[in-house]
């Protein structure tokens, strides 16, 4: 549980380096952003681990059964799926490959991130301040985004 909440604040820190480095000129964050980025995939692979063997004791028909009958764990395993291109693609050699189509496959962390913000929604069962809180702020990232689009062109 814990490293789903982690990934999910990672993942939050990786979407938010652009935005700190256009409102407040921290630029030398970019460097980073890849690194922090495959941080939260690992958190991401670990949590899925900790279900795996602690959760589910690797009994695939277990994890079967979950997958469908469990809409919280379809979202989680939504969201690592969309991540696992964003992290087998994160190289510059993959960045040249894919030229301008490597920016369009990064921007499935958008759906991602709202699929763990679901699942992590689905999965509270006692006060959702942190599922709101996180939420603010993905909205808030995804706004400044849309505002950048839209000054930037016009």
Request: aromatic share 14%; hydrophobic share 50%; net charge positive.
């Amino acid at each position: 549980m814990y490293l789903g909440r982690w990934t999910l604040r990672v993942l939050l820190v990786t979407l938010s380096v652009s935005s700190l480095r256009r409102l407040m000129g921290l630029s030398w964050l970019v460097r980073s952003r890849r690194m922090i980025g495959l941080w939260g995939f690992t958190y991401l692979c670990l949590h899925l681990l900790a279900y795996l063997g602690l959760l589910s004791e690797f009994d695939w028909r277990l994890v079967l059964e979950d997958f469908v009958e469990r809409t919280y764990i379809t979202a989680g395993m939504l969201a690592l799926l969309l991540l696992t291109p964003l992290a087998v693609t994160s190289t510059k050699g993959w960045q040249r490959r894919l030229g301008r189509n490597w920016q369009r496959l990064h921007r499935l962390i958008y759906p991602a991130l709202g699929l763990g913000l679901i699942h992590l929604a689905w999965l509270t069962k006692d006060g959702y301040g942190e599922v709101v809180l996180y939420g603010v702020v993905f909205g808030f990232l995804m706004l400044e985004r849309i505002y950048h689009g839209y000054t930037t062109r016009g």
